[in-house]
């Protein structure tokens, strides 16, 4: 279609009209008189203004000697360069016979005896129409995948430029404008004014090194289309086109967008177009309009291929997406706190993830999605200090955060140490530890504890406070010595300290009690059988502090003080008795240990 067309020194310029380039072969200028003076101006009848332009216009028309529809593209003015550039244009197309290039059919003269070029008519709108519509295209379609029908265009405009570089020809202006789909999904490349030969053997066509001046359009131009040089164009150069429609396909505008013709001009120069790593292609786009012509697709083939593979891929790309966003989601999850909630997310995620790694292991950005997901659950069990679960996690990693490994080395450090302390704590407060010892020396001690009184009775030791000081005196250091032998065991046992404890406290409260009741003057056997009182309180004590079971014997020396205070003379063979099934009981407690709970 024409368009709108600027001199770059106009300050004037719309920043969407199409630069020219004046430079065409000269051996052209010759030969175009001689082209025309047989031309026969009768046999088209024109109609309705198609299309127009800054040089141009396009009408339809009826030729009548084949009676069919055609369009006629002619010029506004007399200019020799307009002249010149529509006939270079010509013969470019009559080069390209291709299904996606609008064919010539002929060069005639209108009235005024200047070259208008015959050419077939397309039904059909300017595919930037359509891609402002996406309602249209549905209906075209007959499906809402509006993307995927753009992106099938784009390989179709493909297809016409990669035949153009087979035959050595640059388009300079690709860009939706000049695209035109017809109403049954025809696609035709359009407007190849500005079309050069990478050929230097090709006289008849502009040569790309012999072009002095910026051209194109500026919104979409590559980098070294301003620079005025010819030696720097390339199929690299309508590569980097291609990539701005692909571009435009998916933003939803131009790579590059300005109020005016010198602000476009500029950003071409010193601004790469910006993409978000979010959107579909974001990779092939950026290879497509990278800076450097090297880094670009070798060959629109290249290109194709990229974006044919990225097709075949949808699903796929679709569930990155969706692992994306429950990635995000897993972030806000994690601020709230809710465990089951991270873990729901975390496994949905990699749900979706694995199955594109299924499906394309080179997805864009797979990697570094899976990452960031293992990532926050990691720092997040981190938090909650479960390092084991945080550890398995980055294994999975070929390259975890430093600083999130140090994290989990020094929390390992942490709950190994704390591990260690609990190890400490149980074995210490287990009645397990140490219970050998401990059953040897209660064993001796409970073995005194009977004999000691049933002996001073068989022997018939005087009664008063002699006997009574002297019995508890020999308890003492028989205690004594009992916990300085096995002490080594006992500091183990938080038990065996506990009740030997208790064990040297009842001696030395014994004695001290005896002592005390004999300077106050109470007759010996009624000290004797209060004495009996602190056993009570005693083996209540370790009843309470270290092991239940104790607390069966408890109640015979309370009858035990009882008895002996009512009946101070057989106060010796009460306590006699309660000693025995004290010892029974404590023998049956210190040979059973059981394991305390927790």
């Known amino acids: 279609m024409a368009e709108p067309t600027v001199d770059l020194d106009d300050p004037d310029a719309s920043p ?16 175009v008189e001689q082209l025309l003076v047989a031309d026969d101006t009768g046999d088209l009848t024109l109609g309705a203004t198609l299309g127009a332009g800054g040089m141009g216009v396009v009408r339809a028309a009826n030729q009548r000697r084949l009676a069919r529809e ?61 891609l402002d519509d996406p309602a249209e295209v549905e209906r075209r379609a007959g499906s809402d995948d509006v993307l995927g029908w753009h992106l099938g265009v784009l390989l179709t405009v493909c ?98 967008t300005g109020a005016t013709l010198e602000e476009l001009m500029r950003r071409i120069a010193a601004e790469t177009p910006e993409i978000d790593p979010r959107w579909p292609l974001a990779d092939v786009i950026a290879r497509a309009l990278d800076p450097d012509p090297l880094q670009r697709h070798r060959t629109v083939q290249d290109l194709q291929r990229d974006i044919r593979d990225w097709l075949s891929h949808r699903d796929a790309v679709a569930l990155l997406a969706s692992g994306q966003q429950r990635v995000l989601d897993l972030c806000a ?85 704390e591990a260690s302390e609990l190890a400490d704590w149980r074995r210490d407060t287990d009645p ?11 064993g001796v001690l409970a073995a005194g504890w009977v004999a000691v009184p049933v002996g001073s009775l068989l ?38 300290r506990t009740l030997f404890s208790l064990l040297v406290l009842m001696r030395v409260f014994s004695l001290v009690f005896l002592t005390s009741a004999w300077l106050a003057g109470l007759p010996a056997e009624l000290a004797g059988a209060l004495e009996t009182n602190v056993f009570f309180i005693t083996l209540t004590l370790a009843a309470a502090l270290v092991e239940r079971r104790l607390a069966f014997a408890v109640p015979f020396y309370l009858v035990a003080v009882l008895w002996g205070v009512a009946h101070p003379d057989l106060s010796l063979r009460a306590l006699g008795a309660a000693n025995l099934v004290v010892a029974l009981n404590t023998g049956w407690v210190l040979a059973f240990p059981r394991r305390l709970a927790g």
């Open 459 to 496: 022997l018939g030791v005087d009664k008063g406070y002699p006997r009574e000081l002297g019995i508890s005196a020999t308890a003492l250091v028989v205690t004594l010595l009992i916990v300085g032998v096995f002490f080594p065991w006992y500091f183990r046992s938080q038990v065996s």
């Open 70 to 130: 055609v369009a006629v593209k002619s010029l506004r003015t007399d200019d020799p360069s307009a002249v010149t550039a529509l006939l270079a244009e010509a013969w470019v197309i009559g080069r390209l016979e291709h299904p996606n290039i609008v064919p010539i059919y002929d060069i005639s003269l209108d009235a005024e005896r200047r070259p208008r070029l015959v050419m077939k008519k397309i039904s059909g709108v300017e595919w930037a129409a359509l």
């Open 16 to 31: 969407g009209a199409t630069l020219r380039s004046s430079v065409v072969p000269a051996g052209l200028v010759e030969v």
């Open 333 to 417: 999850a994690v601020d709230d706190g809710d465990p089951e909630r991270v873990r729901e997310i975390y496994t949905e995620a990699q749900f979706a993830l694995r199955t594109v790694r299924d499906r394309w292991p080179e997805a864009p950005g797979l990697h570094e999605t899976v990452a960031e997901d293992v990532e926050v659950r990691a720092r997040f069990e981190l938090v909650r200090g479960d390092v084991g679960l945080a550890t398995e996690l980055l294994a999975g990693l070929p390259d975890p955060p430093e600083e999130l490994r140090e994290a989990i080395d020094t929390l390992r450090r942490e709950v190994e140490r």
């Open 159 to 256: 297809n016409a430029v990669a035949f153009a570089h087979s035959r050595g020809i640059l388009h300079r202006d690709l860009k939706p404008e000049n695209v035109m789909v017809g109403a049954y999904g025809e696609v035709f490349v359009v407007d190849w004014g500005l079309a050069v030969s990478l050929r230097d053997d090709d006289p008849d066509l502009p040569l790309a090194r012999e072009q002095t001046r910026p051209a194109g359009t500026p919104a979409y131009m590559a980098p070294e289309m301003i620079a005025g040089i010819g030696g720097l164009l390339g199929v690299h150069t309508d590569i980097y086109l291609l990539g701005g429609m692909l571009f435009r396909i998916v933003a939803g505008r131009p790579p590059r």
């Open 432 to 442: 397990r530890t140490g219970w050998i010892p401990r059953l040897v020396g209660g």
